[in-house]
């Protein structure tokens, strides 16, 4: 009796593992899903990405900007050889190297600074700039009529974390017989929190009027860098005009971020530019 069950039994369970070895792993697994499907979950991710863009302190964005801008041809106002008539023919192309200052064909990505709200940002950073002592009560206000502007983003390469978004504005090419008296002529603007890097503007000053140091020295505050130091050099060719000052503000890692105010005569035009 026992024999014979024994060989019922054998050929049963060899029947049974091969339904489970065949069937079987499909089985749990529609189970599986049945109890994973269609319900949301969630779950923690370690150095999840934070934010659109990494987060940069104001001395790193500004040695970002300067290394781009010093790969780039840009313009000077109508200073060196064929003044602002020029400014508009300027192409700015994709540099080939460790930085890049490109047009942002995308456009604003919802946190920054729109089209429609760059001449107000503007002349909200006109107005600080004027209660700071930096720029005189004489520059006008900008307006859509008489600027263009166009977003650029300013790109480490190598890095590409570290970017910075900047509107460039330009009094338009349709102002050419316009007044210029008092008008800014151009300025990079932070995307981001408005704030102006750079400014070609006319005045009312004569160079003699302007106390370079203590200008520099607002504008460090106003854009939350540090103290600036004297930038040494015996090169007297180092602009195109003899009415400059240039200070150095630390950047990233070793590197420095040379800050140049000058004056061009004669068109009274104050500048603030920044190069590596």
């Avoid at 024994?6 to 049963?12: A, C, G, W």
């Avoid at 107005?127 to 307006?143: A, Y």
Wanted: hydrophobic share 35%; charged share 25%; net charge negative.
């Amino acid at each position: 009796m026992k024999s014979k069950i024994y060989y019922l039994t054998v050929p049963l369970l060899a029947v049974s593992a091969m339904f489970l070895s065949i069937w079987g792993p499909e089985t749990l697994a529609e189970y599986k899903d049945q109890g994973i499907l269609d319900i949301p979950r969630t779950e923690s991710v370690e150095n999840a990405g934070e934010g659109y863009r990494y987060q940069m302190n104001s001395n790193e964005k500004l040695y970002i900007l300067s290394c781009c801008l010093s790969s780039q041809t840009f313009p000077e106002s109508e200073t060196s050889a064929m003044a602002h008539e020029a400014d508009g023919e300027v192409a700015y192309q994709e540099l080939e190297g460790a930085y890049a200052f490109v047009v942002n064909r995308r456009g604003p990505s919802g946190r920054e600074i729109t089209d429609e709200q760059i001449y107000a940002t503007c002349n909200e950073g006109l107005t600080l700039l004027k209660e700071k002592g930096i720029l005189p009560e004489q520059v006008r206000e900008v307006d859509a009529s008489s600027y263009d502007v166009t977003l650029y983003s300013a790109i480490d390469v190598l890095e590409p974390r570290n970017n910075v978004a900047v509107w460039k504005m330009t009094l338009s090419n349709s102002q050419k017989n316009a007044d210029k008296a008092n008008r800014l002529m151009d300025a990079c603007i932070d995307a981001d929190d408005g704030k102006i890097y750079e400014f070609y503007v006319r005045t009312p000053l004569l160079w003699e009027d302007i106390d370079a140091d203590a200008l520099v020295a607002e504008w460090a505050a106003y854009m939350g860098l540090g103290e600036p130091s004297p930038y040494e050099s015996d090169n007297p060719l180092l602009e195109t005009t003899p009415y400059f000052r240039k200070y150095v503000f630390e950047g990233m890692g070793s590197g420095q971020t040379v800050v140049t105010l000058g004056f061009y005569e004669g068109i009274n035009e104050l500048f603030l530019k920044v190069s590596r």
